[in-house]
């Protein structure tokens, strides 16, 4: 194992703050993580597996081994009249995957396009965009278990998804992902309803799009709505899409008449988190080297030294400014260490 000692932080992240890392090193293949993670044990020391680090946070030093993930490929394991399988690995860039899928007209996760990350932490988040979660195309993943020392691979039903959740975020750090299997249509079923996607395809008038155009589309759009991690630090939406109960929701929508919110069951709707800290005036604020982008008030930046406690005391801003006014209480995506 070729370990690196007190590392910065700062180029693995996509947030950009330069934290340090006490020990550091790559994961190429299934037997290099098995051979981290027993040092570890045998050190007594913490461990954290990332990919681009798209979705973290440091806001002190990690006193522990960071593992990168590198092991990649795109595999076709099997295919059917209707249905391509995939096995894909945990280092694969999901981007790469995604545009490699929709070129060869594998239909699936065409929504998901320019989403930050790798397929591995895919399944953690269960990542969703534009109606779609990845989750309706995931067929298994295999993992190392840290707790029993195996290998396993866990079927759909085993990932407990949800929204933003799965088995994965609720036992941090037990499963250690290195494949995700895949299962993507040859014949896709477009999804196209989102609002602002209907838009982009009238606006570039296409009336019957392809799996490209769709993708194209919403490549679009997310680029004209987020900030470039490579030129302005950021994880994408910092917060998740709070839930509450109808009772709840016909209360605030009374007082709130232009809240967006979305029914997902009978008794339950979806707020858009974007739209409650927009509307307490955060959108484009910016307090030093952190603030809230101008363009999507979901994202917040690193305007070029802030640090990790800085952007995180910015975010708890947020979260109690919302609290106070809608008393519905925002919860980060982003995780923080």
């Not at 059917?80 to 070129?103: I, K």
């Not at 999804?191 to 155009?213: Q, V």
């Amino acid at each position: 194992m070729m370990l690196e000692e007190n590392i910065s932080l700062k180029q693995l992240t996509t947030f950009g703050c330069d934290e340090i890392g006490r020990y550091f090193t790559r994961i190429t293949t299934a037997a290099a993580l098995t051979e981290a993670i027993n040092w570890c044990d045998e050190k007594n020391l913490p461990f954290l597996v990332i990919g681009t680090g798209s979705n973290i946070l440091f806001t002190k030093p990690f006193e522990g081994l960071i593992l990168k993930m590198g092991i990649t490929g795109i595999n076709k394991t099997n295919e059917t009249a209707t249905d391509v399988f995939l096995t894909v690995g945990a280092g694969e860039n999901w981007h790469h995957f995604v545009s490699y899928c929709v070129q060869k007209s594998w239909g699936g996760i065409e929504n998901l396009s320019l989403i930050p990350g790798t397929v591995g932490a895919s399944p953690i988040q269960n990542i969703g965009a534009y109606g779609v979660e990845v989750q309706e195309c995931i067929e298994s993943v295999t993992a190392f278990d840290t707790h029993t020392k195996t290998w396993i691979t866990l079927n759909n039903n085993q990932c407990a998804f949800g929204y933003r959740n799965s088995l994965f975020k609720k036992e941090k750090n037990r499963y250690l992902i290195t494949t995700v299997q895949f299962v993507l249509k040859k014949q896709a079923q477009l999804r196209t309803d989102y609002g602002s996607i209907k838009e982009k395809l009238h606006e570039k008038n296409i009336k019957n799009p392809s799996l490209a155009d769709l993708s194209n589309a919403i490549i679009q759009i997310r680029t004209s709505k987020l900030p470039d991690p490579a030129t302005l630090g950021n994880a994408g939406s910092f917060f998740k899409n709070p839930s509450i109960n109808k009772i709840n929701f016909e209360k605030l929508k009374l007082k709130f008449p232009e809240m967006i919110a979305y029914p997902i069951s009978d008794d339950t709707y979806k707020l858009a988190a974007g739209w409650l800290i927009e509307d307490c005036g955060w959108k484009g604020v910016r307090k030093g080297n952190v603030g809230c982008f101008d363009k999507q008030s979901l994202v917040l930046v690193n305007y070029g030294q802030a640090t990790g406690k800085e952007i995180y005391d910015f975010s708890e801003e947020i979260i109690q400014s919302v609290l106070a006014k809608f008393e519905v209480l925002l919860e980060r995506e982003v995780n923080i260490l």
